[in-house]
Every structure is written in structure tokens, then in C-alpha cells.
């Protein structure tokens, strides 16, 4: 696998041919599967016909549109850590009015910018944001086994046997949840890493147990830590950073999209 370059372009010869879930992810739009679903609705056109099959091959001379919309090639791969505060929603638009994580990027980038995996609106801390669809369909493959570290804060002191009962696997409503590790920091705070982090898994799984959350920060995503990131502040990562998440993903090497 290549490892990204911030300074890395596109091809833009006009007579170069790429599939047009490529173009889509490769123009910061989304990861290359999500873009693959976009095609399949109905929603994308290429000079003024509407494609719905993964076979169609486009360049850069082509009228590609998404809802209406034309899209282009970004020149620039921008892979960027936020430490999202507490009440923004990831999503690149909320129907209800709320505060998106996205708009936080908007003064400094103006690259499309989508964010890779998500945190629910009363968490915190990191979440990547890229406009590379392999980067972000490599790092969410769920063979990826990525780490992901939370601090969680509990309200009243937690249950005795929470940590080991996590590690060996808690099933609530039919759903098998386990963490690869739970660590006890005091009586009420308790440190614990995800792989595959299943929607709002931690706040399930401490639900179950009938212990509230007061608050849930994610402190470190694979290599990338939190360090002296401020909340609602972000910065590009390093290229030792971006090449060091490549790296810990399991699926490293591998066709994943």
C-alpha cells in the first residue's frame, strides 16, 4: 500500500479513465463504498445521464453531478484531527438545526471534508477528517482492528466487576459487546479501548449495568493522541501519523473497497 502525501495530487490528464466511484471518492465526496451506494441511488449523472452501475469509467473532461451539483477532482489530500466538543453531531449537514463537527473546519479548509467513524453528540474528543476515500475506507474497514482509547466518567461509582465483565463480552438486546481492554483509573473514572466500536457502545454497555455517564472522551485513535489539542481546536496530522495509522490497520496491503 502507498502511503498518502499531503502534497500528493490527481492525475488530471483528460484522457485518463477511472471508475466513477473513484472520481467520487477521489473528489473528497466520500469514502470509496459510501460513494458506491450514491451511484446505486440514483443521484449521480454524468454529462446530464444518470448512472446507477460501478462499471461506468469517467475523466476529468466529464460533467459529473451529484444531486444537480458538479463535482470535481481535489488536488490536495488533507487528513485533519479535531477534538470535537460536546454537542456537535457528525454528519455533514443535521436536518434538526443542530451544530455539525464539520463546520468547525470550514475557516481553514475549503476541501470537502468528511469525517472517518463517528462520535455520538454528548461525546468528545477525536475524530479524524479527510478527504482521501481509500485513507478513510482502509482505517473503517471493520478488519481494520483500530484502537480507539476513551476516558469514561461515571456519576456514581462504578459496578465491581464492569472491567473484566467488558473484556470478556456483555450482551445486551442481542448484541455481543467487547472492548480489548477496561482499565479502573479511580472509582468512578475507568479507561477502555475499542477495535471495532459498535454505535454507542460504551454507553450501552455501561447503560446495562445502570450506570450513568457524566462524561466520554476519546483520547487517542491508533498512534494519534490527544495531547495538548484543545477542545473544539484541530491540526493536520503528520505524515508519520497518517503512515503509522496505515500501518496498524490489520487489512494493510489488501483490497478493501
Known sequence: MNFPDNDKTFDTNTDSKMR???????????SRRASEKIIASGRVTVNGRVVTEMGEKVSVNDDICLDGEKITLEQKKRYVLLNKPEGYVCSLSDEKGREVAADLLKERYSERLYNIGRLDMYSQGLIIFTNDGDFAATLS???AELEKEYIVEATSPLPRYLCDDFMHGVRVDGVFYKCKSAVE???????????????????????????????????????VKMENLQSGKFRDLTMREVSGLLALCKNTGKTVY
Open 20 to 30: 466513477l466511484q473513484v472520481f467520487l471518492a477521489h473528489s473528497g465526496l466520500a
Open 185 to 223: 483509573i479511580n472509582p468512578r473514572k475507568m479507561k477502555v479501548i475499542l477495535l471495532e466500536g459498535k454505535n454507542r457502545e460504551i454507553r450501552t454497555v455501561f447503560a446495562s449495568q445502570n450506570v450513568r455517564i457524566r462524561r466520554l472522551t476519546r483520547v487517542r485513535i491508533g498512534n
Open 141 to 143: 474497514h471493520p478488519s
